[in-house]
């Protein structure tokens, strides 16, 4: 009899069906143009994934105390004196377990969708072969990430995921823009990477010897299924150096998700294809850094420090980008920055101790925003700009569209029943019963129950500015119509969880898996009597949001400020990202480049003039002794002479001082 | 027979070696500058007659064979000086030995 | 007492002065064709060498040895002039090959040149006072010895008659040479005032056991410079540049490559016992530290002569513009590598400084030859006038750049191995002399400057179109090709020669080093 | 019956360079053959070192395959033809096969003199082989300059514009750091009272020197060793001899040349003077962060694609010296598995950089840009390279970079920060330079310009196939390197 | 006694002045006059030192030969006999280089003990050292003067061609 759970050993198939996607696309894609130059094929390759995660999730939600893992040797040293005394060792494997298979469930769903909308999407793009390629290797290296048994592994794929990013958001490389926001991008999350690494680094070191079994080191610091994370286990709570780590562990997730301060390549990443947005730039990559952080808190744990660093950025965020969201004008960008808003929250979760909370909102964001990137997407797609002051009145010709936009934006409001109330309501309780033990945490919620507001209305500013009105502000606009069904059909399977994600959490085999995803520790919060008057309040602020939104630019209204409104400064600031763009592009630009020109003229002046120096004193004092060569044979009999009284006094003066100074010999 | 003074010998032959070297130095015309290298070649041959005279025996008797083969050996290097300062005179048509410099640097 | 057994240890003498005169008779009996006294005299220098190398224990013709290994390596009873020694012979084994390289080279010069006798008279007699020297044990007998060789290479220097570049060179020599001479001898007369004794076995034993005056610190210091002058040391070094640039070609491979060891030889021979055994402190006197040993002194001596010698040798070279006077002061300052041999005095030293020696012959000495035999295709003086010569003519620019390389101490050459050995033995020395090696590989660093300057020329400039080689009308051909013909089969095999000892003792040297080694230890261990 | 399988492979490299020599137009086939059959002794020599019958491991304690003959034997030193692979040699001597045969074939086109290129290039191949297998000082040495010939006449004959100066500037440095490397070895042999030029009898000796003469040594075989790895301040030889370098000139020197540094530098430094390395570590520590810094920082100023290759190679060997420095077995795994990489990785961006110069004409990423279109299979082939190099994983500097800096981590704590932080000054000046050549529109691009020839391509192919393969399994590697045992890594 | 000493006295100062001398005047004639009262006065101090074989040597040799042969190399490269030499005057470097070099030599004289014996040799003595033990010595001599005779003939038959 096979049963379901017989497939958690094979959960490495999924990454593997992408690399042969990657690997077939990549090759044989300019050949295959009656497949959509490959992109069927990685359509068909994505569904295959699909059923495996699918089924894995299934198996998982069936028996959520499951923790499957299987693993091989990467390398290994044997015992050596010092850190590693019992060996060294570095796996790669794969881990089932009730987060990692909610995790791949996203992955594969959004992954299979987004991949079937761009088939219609990027129709009519060149360089087809390499989009499929490389998101198929997007794939793949996501899959890798969700099921990596150890942080080594979970890094290597992190890295790759970023470097998918960074291909993908070049797509459009003739455009100076594109290419200039993929480097910045990789650049950004380069930083965060380097403190994740020395992180790893850290944990490594310190559970080398006390890890289980007689040192983490020796069976390759895998993930081991546990009631306690490591950190309260074995090193028993606070270590300044633990308390490093875990700082450096935020910082790598806030460089993938975008966190503050790291948070400015995520809008610029919107230079690539709005599939990419959609899938890597809100659903799946960016949370990566929430999943690392999950991650980190349910096995090996943070100090009361990092959870208090990790919730001011987390709540920080949230209201930060959400405010720079209100005034843009660009339809993806004002996804972007809810993106990162919402990514906000989800690091607040974690931060306060609820790793599966932040998971959970994790969960039904990557479906509500999807859905907004594609339902963004087709408006792109018919209408050709991002400009939400040119559109408008497109809720005639894309109905499919507009509502699909409009219930991702109800989710992201947080109105019940949609998914995202459920979510960013368990993440509001979960800090909030926190405040009282950790009365620090106290601004960082109110941040983030102010963004709700904010976020309800800038997303509704968007709709109503693109599908409100009766005709597009720009005259020049082509006539909008639908996509081909490729693009329609994930948008109605998105709204659909965009619609009911949220209500899984009633669904006891799923919270079962969230309660064994957290082990011991971050079980959310029973729900009392405050938790209501709190939701009330968030459905408030949402309602009210989305009326200001109405009120403002409802029915094709355009609300223009006032040149002399005192806001305007503000309103300048936040559209120049509080000049947190400039400032980075001036440190790289000036400063950095100064620093290498000065080094350059140090190099080739100074260090190697430096050398030249001593040529031209060689060849100075050449010149000069060649003058005693003077063809007059008296004077070389002159030198004889002069060297004969040399040597006397050698003989007489000097070699003795010497020899009688130092000995001889 | 007692000695004669001994730092009249060698002064005597130190400074025929210093007036040798002081003519090498400062004349120009290759036959003096022959002359001036007798003149200190003497001062060795001068030297070996000296202390044989005064270390007596067989070893003393070497001296002396010493001054005789460098008497023989100085008259050679004169006769070899002497033809190149004939071949030089010819060739240049000068013996001044500071105008001959072709070669140098 | 046979004839024989007094010839036998003086075969190769004998041979040689056998030669010497038959050549000198050739002239009176006007047979001058340079073919032939060439033959004699190659063949005499071979035979000589044949049976050096017999008594030195080669394998295959150690039959011929005309001494057994017990004749030799004790030292002398009483005061003989002369004594064979192992080093010794290998000395005569490297004089012999230099001679016999420049012979070689030199039966392709003008068969119908008149002077031929002349010359080859002179080379094998030049030759058979180097050989003398080798068997020195007296000092009076080594000057003497080394004035033959003096005498001869004064006249082989003004051999071409009629060039006045030639005839300044050699008056230069002579000049420079008969007041060294002069010193020497004055040296000598002093040392001989303080021990009353001219053998050098009888002089190390003295200085060993009896202290010194200063008389004999004078001494040693006139014949420093006295020997200093053959041996081309800084200061005393400024006659060699002009002579090695205005000499015939082949006598200035043979002033570079053989006459020049027999200074540095004679250096061994008259510092090595003070060097090894006088550590006994002086009697006192108005110039010296009262507590300080004789040996000490000179080795710190020779040491600052050795690093001025070649630091200045190679600062000079640096610039230099023409081919010779190039090699002339990378020939000087090995001479400076050479005396750090005698400087430290221990057995490993002075082989390292033999093989230095050895090898020296066939680097700058075939160099030499190879340029005498390039300036003969019309090719100019200046290091610049080799343009190209690398695509013109490879062979010749392989050979020439295997004796620069070697010359500059890269591996698989005779000379990097002359150079491991003697740095080597400074290292294992040890004291000051680590010093010594690191001022000596910091040197060969800076000769490889102007080696790689001629390399670069040779091999990656392209030839000038202007220096148009003899016998070819301007224009009228390709420019690129010198004349048809090379160097002539006696050159071409002596620096074939050499390019084959610069490789395979570069690969092999076991053979070599081992005798050298062997000799070195022997002579090291002579005395009281 | 024992095979003697190293110096088979070393007479197989001559013979193979003299046929080269000596082949005139079909000298490419010749060099060809020459690569295949190295290759074959590699795998044998692979065979040996894990068991292989008939091979006398035994001789030189601790090498796995070893063949000794008595080459010069004086009362007072005596040097024999010793060699000898453990692991650590094993890796760099599979490192030159697999360079020299995708040097060889990225080469097949070379039109100036054929011949002598392509024997040139065996040569130096032959030296680095030297290097790697030589237990004798001697010996050691005298590869070790054999190197420096072919290369030196590999830039001066067949380089750039200024290749006369460039060859000379390299010659230079270099060999004044192998003499003053000389008169250290030299003095390892003496001052350890012993006459044997044999790894195996000064290992014995100078690990017995107390630690004032042990450091002394150590230093002044760290500068011989230095320069060649370059280290800053004596490391401006290195970028001009690269510019002017012809191509599979520039690979092997950086792929080959500079791993003859940190391999001589373990070999004959670290593991046989502890107590020198342990006085002279903060020397090495400042040394290898300041290369570390300075060649990474002028990255980012360089115009000249393969100038900046070179300065990141400068970068990239400051944290294999920093690896060694560390004193530990982890960071001597790391150090070697980085220069495997580097030697892998490097040689694919300098002959993408060739390929450029080959079909643009010009190497200055400001005045040409935007050449994916024209290009697509050489811009993927420079991706692939930078990529590489910046550290990303599944390709093969990423487990040595993770390895390196997480032995810093161990040894160092937090100084570990600076080799972290200029990984991200490593990224800036690849994207950047990816930004500015690959991608944005086409300029300076001339007429008729069009992908690179299949031998280019393929010699880059099996660069990148080694660079995927051994990404994904540096076990391979690290199996090997631990597999034969350490001397004396007294661990952290 | 005294009678010898100063005899010693008034030679030294005749040698050191005919040397100074020959170098010093104009004439080159007259430089070859005292060159040869130079040599006389030489062979003198011989005697004095009993050594009459030498001081004989040294009149035939020097006194006759050399002088000789330098009168003819004046002869044959001056036109006029009474030619002067276009002197180049003192110079301050080689005088002090010549009175440092004496002041260096004369300076070890101090290591001597004044007055010890003079030994008189029967030339018969000094006839059969030269010709037995120490032979090979006018070997080399003749050798030598092989050389020289050869060269220098060959040197000097050009001019007459």
Not at chain 4, 141 to 154: I, N, R, S, T
Not at chain 4, 363 to 376: E, L, Q
């Amino acid at each position: 009899m096979v049963s379901l759970a017989d497939l958690f050993g094979y959960a490495f198939l999924v990454p593997l069906l992408m690399v042969l996607s990657f690997v077939i696309v990549g090759l044989a894609g300019t050949r295959l143009k009656r497949f959509e130059w490959g992109g069927w094929l990685a359509v068909g390759f994505a569904g295959a994934a699909l059923v495996v995660g699918v089924l894995i999730a299934a198996a998982e939600l069936m028996d959520p105390s499951r923790y499957t893992n299987v693993q091989f040797t990467w390398f290994h040293l044997p015992a050596a004196p010092g850190v590693f005394p019992n060996g060294f060792s570095l796996v790669a494997g794969t881990l089932v377990d009730p987060i990692s298979a909610l995790m791949l469930l996203v992955v594969t769903v959004v992954g299979f969708l987004v991949m079937l909308y761009s088939i219609g999407y990027m129709h009519h793009d060149h360089g087809l072969p390499r989009y499929y390629a490389e998101l198929s290797l997007f794939l793949a290296a996501m899959s890798g990430l969700v099921i990596a048994n150890n942080l080594f592994e979970f890094f290597l794929f992190w890295e790759l995921v970023g470097v998918c990013s960074y291909f993908l958001i070049g797509f459009y490389y003739e455009k100076p823009s594109a290419s200039s926001a993929a480097k910045e991008a990789f650049l950004v999350t380069r930083v965060g990477d380097v403190m994740f690494l020395l992180g790893i680094f850290i944990y490594f070191y310190y559970y080398a010897t006390t890890g289980p079994s007689g040192g983490w080191a020796a069976n390759g610091f895998v993930f081991v299924r546990g009631t306690t994370p490591f950190l309260a286990g074995a090193m028993g709570g606070q270590s300044t150096v633990l308390t490093v780590a875990g700082i450096m562990i935020l910082g790598g997730a806030a460089g993938k998700s975008a966190q503050f301060p790291l948070h400015v390549w995520l809008p610029d990443a919107m230079e690539g294809p709005t599939t990419v947005s959609a899938l890597i730039h809100a659903a799946t990559m960016v949370a990566a850094g929430v999943y690392l952080l999950a991650v980190t808190s349910l096995f090996i744990g943070f100090t009361s420090t990092d959870q208090l660093a990790i919730v001011a950025v987390g709540g920080f965020t949230t209201f930060f980008a959400a405010t720079m969201a209100v005034v843009h004008p660009d339809i993806k960008r004002v996804i972007a920055y809810s993106t990162i808003s919402q990514l906000g929250y989800m690091v607040l979760a974690v931060g306060a101790g609820f790793a599966m909370v932040g998971l959970f909102h994790l969960f039904t964001h990557a479906f509500f925003k999807a859905l907004l990137f594609l339902a963004a997407g087709s408006v792109i797609h018919a209408v050709g700009t991002q400009d939400l002051f040119k559109m408008g009145g497109l809720r005639k010709s894309m109905r499919v569209t507009a509502a699909a936009f409009a219930i991702g934006g109800l989710a992201l409001a947080g109105i019940p029943p949609f998914a995202g109330f459920w979510s960013k309501d368990d993440v509001l309780s979960a800090v909030y019963s926190q405040l009282p033990s950790h009365p620090a945490y106290w601004p960082f919620f109110v941040l983030a129950v102010a963004a709700v507001f904010l976020t309800a209305y800038y997303i509704f500013r968007a709709w109503f500015l693109a599908f409100s009105g009766d005709k597009p502000r720009d005259p020049t606009l082509p006539h909008a119509h639908e996509g081909p069904w490729v693009m329609q059909v994930p948008l109605v399977v998105l709204s659909a969880f965009a619609v009911g994600a949220g209500l899984f959490i009633f669904w006891p085999n799923f919270q079962g898996l969230l309660l064994h995803g957290a082990g011991a520790a971050g079980i959310p919060p029973v729900y009392g009597p405050a938790d209501l008057a709190l939701s009330a309040t968030s459905v408030f602020l949402g309602v009210a949001g989305i009326g200001l939104a109405w009120a403002l630019w409802g029915h094709g209204k355009v609300f223009v400020l006032a040149d002399s409104s005192p806001v305007q400064p503000l309103r300048r600031l936040l559209l120049n990202r509080y000049y947190f763009k400039v400032g980075f592009d001036w440190i790289g630009a000036k400063g950095v480049y100064t620093v290498a020109r000065a080094a350059d003229f140090v190099d080739r002046f100074v260090i190697d003039g430096t050398v030249h120096g001593f040529e031209r004193m060689f060849a100075e004092l050449s010149d000069r002794l060649r003058r005693i060569q003077t063809g007059v044979v008296s004077d070389y009999a002159a030198y004889v002479v002069a060297g004969l009284i040399a040597v006397f006094v050698l003989l007489l003066f000097v070699a003795p001082y010497l020899v009688a100074k130092f000995g001889g010999g | 027979m007692s000695g004669l003074p001994i730092v009249g010998f060698v002064g005597l032959s130190a400074a025929l070696l210093a007036v040798g070297i002081f003519g090498i130095l400062t004349r120009r015309n290759f036959i003096l500058l022959l002359i001036a290298i007798e003149i200190a070649m003497n001062a060795g041959i001068l030297n070996f007659v000296y202390f044989a005279a005064y270390t007596g025996g067989t070893a003393g008797l070497t001296g002396q064979a010493i001054a005789v083969v460098l008497v023989g050996f100085a008259a050679t290097e004169v006769a070899v000086g002497l033809a190149i300062v004939l071949a030089l005179n010819r060739l240049r048509g000068s013996i001044n030995v500071a105008e001959a410099t072709e070669l140098r640097r | 007492m046979d004839v024989a057994s007094f010839a036998g240890p003086f075969l190769p003498e004998i041979l040689l002065l056998a030669g010497t005169l038959l050549v000198f008779l050739l002239d009176v009996v006007r047979v001058r064709r340079n073919e032939v006294v060439g033959a004699v005299t190659v063949l005499g220098m071979a035979l000589a060498l044949l049976f050096v190398l017999a008594d030195l224990g080669f394998a295959p013709i150690a039959g011929l040895a005309t001494i057994s290994s017990g004749g030799i390596d004790t030292v002398p009873s009483g005061t003989p002039l002369y004594a064979v020694t192992s080093l010794g012979l290998v000395f005569q084994a490297i004089f012999l090959l230099a001679g016999l390289l420049v012979a070689l080279a030199s039966l392709s010069r003008p068969s119908r040149e008149r002077g031929a006798p002349i010359f080859f008279g002179l080379l094998s007699l030049a030759t058979l006072g180097m050989l003398l020297v080798a068997i020195a044990s007296d000092l009076i007998f080594l000057l003497l010895s080394i004035e033959i060789t003096s005498i001869a290479t004064y006249l082989l220097v003004a051999y071409t008659r009629r060039d006045a570049r030639s005839m300044e060179a050699a008056m230069k020599m002579y000049i420079i040479g008969a007041l060294s001479t002069t010193l020497s001898f004055f040296g000598a007369s002093l040392l001989y005032g303080a021990y009353g004794t001219t053998n050098l076995y009888a002089i190390r034993a003295v200085a060993g056991t009896g202290g010194y005056p200063v008389l004999v610190l004078l001494g040693y210091g006139f014949l420093i410079v006295g020997l200093a002058f053959k041996a081309t040391l800084v200061p005393f070094h400024a006659w060699a540049v002009d002579v090695y640039d205005g000499a015939p070609t082949d006598v200035t491979a043979f002033l570079a490559g053989g006459s020049k060891k027999v200074g540095l030889f004679a250096f061994f021979l008259v510092f090595l016992g003070p060097v090894l055994l006088a550590r006994t402190a002086p009697s006192g006197g108005p110039f010296t530290n009262g507590a300080v040993a004789l040996g000490p002194v000179l080795q710190v001596t020779l040491s600052v002569l050795a690093v001025v010698t070649m630091t200045v040798g190679n600062v000079l070279a640096l610039l230099q513009k023409e081919m010779k006077r190039m090699l002339a002061y990378s020939s000087i300052s090995q001479a400076g590598y050479m005396l750090i041999g005698v400087a430290i005095g221990t057995a490993p030293a002075l082989a390292g400084a033999t093989l230095q020696m050895f090898a020296h012959v066939f680097m700058k000495g075939a160099a030499f030859l190879l340029v005498a035999g390039v300036a003969a295709w019309g090719v100019g003086p200046l290091i610049e006038d080799w343009r190209g010569l690398g695509t013109r003519r490879p062979l010749t620019a392989v050979a020439f750049a295997l004796m620069l390389l070697s010359l500059a101490g890269v591996p698989l050459t005779i000379g990097f191995v002359s150079k491991f050995v003697l740095f080597s033995a400074a290292v294992q020395a040890q004291g000051y002399f680590v010093w010594l090696a690191v001022a000596g590989l910091l040197n060969s660093a800076l000769s490889v400057f102007y080696y790689a300057r001629v390399l670069k020329v040779i091999f990656f400039e392209a030839p000038a179109p202007r220096s148009e080689p003899l016998g070819v009308v301007a224009g009228a051909s390709e420019p690129e090709v010198l004349p048809a013909g090379g160097f002539g089969y006696g050159r071409a095999t002596a620096i074939a020669l050499a390019v084959i000892v610069i490789v395979a003792v570069g690969v092999y040297p076991q053979p070599v080093l081992g005798a050298i080694q062997a000799a070195a230890q022997q002579f090291v261990s002579l005395g009281p | 019956m024992t095979l003697p399988i190293l110096s088979l492979t070393i007479l197989t490299l001559l013979v193979g360079t003299v046929a080269t020599f000596l082949a005139g137009s079909r000298a490419r086939w010749v060099a060809l053959a020459t690569s295949a059959v190295f290759l074959g002794e590699i795998a044998l020599i692979f065979l040996g070192f894990s068991g292989w019958p008939g091979y006398n491991g035994a001789l030189v304690p601790g090498f796995s395959e070893s063949e000794s003959y008595v080459w010069i034997h004086l009362s007072w030193m005596r040097i024999n033809y010793t060699v000898g692979v453990d692991g650590i040699s094993l890796v760099l001597i599979l490192l030159t096969g697999i360079l020299q045969v995708a040097t060889v074939i990225y080469s097949w086109g070379e039109s100036k003199r054929p011949a002598a290129y392509f024997g040139l290039l065996l040569l130096t191949c032959l030296g680095s082989f030297g290097v790697f297998v030589a237990l004798d000082i001697l010996l050691f040495f005298l590869f070790w300059e054999a190197v420096l010939v072919p290369m030196f006449f590999l830039i001066g004959f067949w380089g750039g514009p200024q290749r006369r100066y460039a060859a000379l500037k390299f010659f230079i440095y270099t060999h004044v750091a192998s003499i003053v490397m000389l008169v250290g070895l030299l003095a390892l042999v003496f001052y350890s009272g012993s006459s044997s030029f044999d790894f195996s009898s000064v290992y014995a000796g100078a690990r017995s020197l107390s630690a004032v003469p042990q450091t002394f040594l150590f230093l002044a075989l760290f500068f011989g060793f230095g320069v060649k790895f370059p280290m800053v301040p004596f490391h401006t030889w290195l970028p001009d001899a690269h510019v002017e370098a012809p191509t599979g000139g520039s690979v092997l020197l950086a792929g080959l040349l500079l791993k003859l540094g940190g391999y001589g530098l373990i070999r004959w430094a670290v593991e046989v003077l502890p107590s020198g390395l342990h006085t002279a570590q903060p020397i090495l520590f400042f040394v290898a962060f300041l290369s570390i810094v300075w060649g990474s920082v002028l990255s980012l100023s360089q115009r000249d694609l393969k100038r900046l290759v070179a300065y990141s190679s400068i970068n990239h060997m400051g944290i294999v010296l920093l690896a060694i420095a560390l004193d530990s077995s982890l960071g001597l795994i790391a150090a070697v598995l980085l220069m495997f990489a580097h030697g892998i990785v490097s040689g694919l961006l300098f002959m993408s950089s060739g390929s450029v110069h080959h079909t643009f004409g010009s190497r200055d990423i400001a005045s040409i840009g935007g050449i994916t279109p024209t290009t697509p299979a050489l811009s993927t082939l420079i991706m692939t390279g930078s990529l590489a190099s910046l550290g990303l994983p599944a390709l093969i500097s990423f487990p040595a970079e993770f390895t390196a800096l997480l032995a810093t981590w161990n040894g160092l704590s937090y100084w570990v920060f600076l080799p972290l932080a200029i990984l991200v000054v490593t990224a800036a000046f690849y994207l950047w330079m990816m930004q500015r050549l690959l991608f944005g529109t086409p300029r300076g691009i001339p007429a008729g310009a069009h992908d690179i020839p299949w031998y280019e391509g393929a010699g880059m192919g099996i660069l990148v196939a080694f660079t995927v393969l051994f990404g994904i399994l540096p076990g391979l590697l690290v199996n090997v390197i631990v597999s034969s045992p350490i001397h004396g890594w007294p661990g952290p | 006694m005294i009678l010898e000493e100063l005899a010693f006295l008034a030679l030294a100062v005749v040698a050191l002045a005919t040397a100074l001398l020959a170098l010093l005047v104009r004439e080159l004639v007259h430089t070859i006059l005292w060159i040869a009262v130079f040599f006389v006065d030489l062979s003198a101090i011989y005697f004095l030192l009993e050594a009459p074989f030498l001081g004989v040597l040294q009149l035939g040799v020097y006194a006759g030969a050399v002088t000789v042969l330098l009168l003819f190399g004046i002869m044959v490269t001056r036109k006029r006999i009474f030619s002067r030499e276009a002197t180049t005057g003192i110079g301050a470097v080689p005088l002090a280089l010549a009175l440092v070099t004496f002041i260096f030599v004369i300076a070890s004289v101090g290591e001597f003990s004044a007055g010890a014996t003079v030994h008189a040799y029967d030339p018969t003595y000094l006839s059969q050292n030269l010709f037995n033990v120490n032979g090979p010595w006018l070997l080399l001599l003749g050798l030598i003067m092989l050389g020289a005779v050869g060269g220098a003939i060959y040197l000097v038959r050009e001019g007459r061609e």
